[in-house]
């Protein structure tokens, strides 16, 4: 029985470093290493910017670190996912995808998406920054432009399906509101011009 209750506290500290080393590393791959990358673009191009340190790079090296890692960079790619919308959108690209394809579109948006996030990461070769940095834009930009072309279709396809196996499991009433629903907003969404119109 001692040795159960004096392996107990050990255990609980193994868990709580193991969350710590968890958040740092998902923090400093999503906040920290985008800001080193950009700073260091930035000394490349002589534009001196003081150095912005929010989070240090996590100690120990284990599991809960590399988890912590994949989390961050994915959590980096969904902003910059709805970054390069927005800007899309901002420029008027939006409607000019809508004619494409869903894998033309989708590797558009992947080859944004990859080329902003290698140019926001940090090159360890500091030496030979510009040629280091200019294949891993390439790569990057082909690699994600590759992922966004099969992903769209996928995507779609699995949200149709997911949204017709539900509709089939709805009752007839709780169908019937849905449906008024999307036909009210449908109705509001082509009155609108009219409506902004009447108001402006």
């Not at 968890?22 to 906040?31: D, E, G, L, R, V």
């Not at 996590?58 to 927005?86: F, I, R, S, Y």
Request: one cysteine or more; aromatic letters at 6%.
């Amino acid at each position: 029985m001692r040795e159960i209750a004096d392996s107990t506290p050990n255990s609980s500290s193994d868990y709580a470093s193991g969350a710590k080393d968890f958040i740092q590393s998902a923090a400093y791959t999503f906040a920290q290493k985008p800001i080193d990358g950009v700073e260091q673009l930035l000394h490349h191009v002589n534009v001196d910017v003081p150095h912005l340190q929010l989070i240090d790079a996590p100690v120990h090296q284990n599991w809960q670190t590399t988890a912590g890692e994949v989390v961050g960079k994915v959590a980096d790619v969904v902003v910059l996912g709805v970054g390069v919308g927005l800007a899309l959108e901002g420029v008027g690209a939006a409607c000019l995808l809508a004619r494409l394809s869903l894998a033309e579109a989708g590797a558009i948006r992947g080859m944004a998406i990859g080329t902003m996030d290698a140019l926001m990461s940090p090159v360890k070769d500091d030496n030979n920054y510009w040629s280091t940095k200019s294949r891993f834009v390439a790569k990057n930009a082909v690699e994600f432009a590759a992922k966004g072309a099969v992903a769209a279709p996928m995507a779609r396809a699995l949200r149709d399906r997911i949204g017709n196996e539900l509709a089939d499991q709805l009752s007839g009433g709780a169908k019937f509101g849905i449906e008024k629903l999307i036909e009210f907003g449908a109705q509001a969404v082509a009155e609108y011009p009219h409506s902004a119109q009447a108001m402006s």
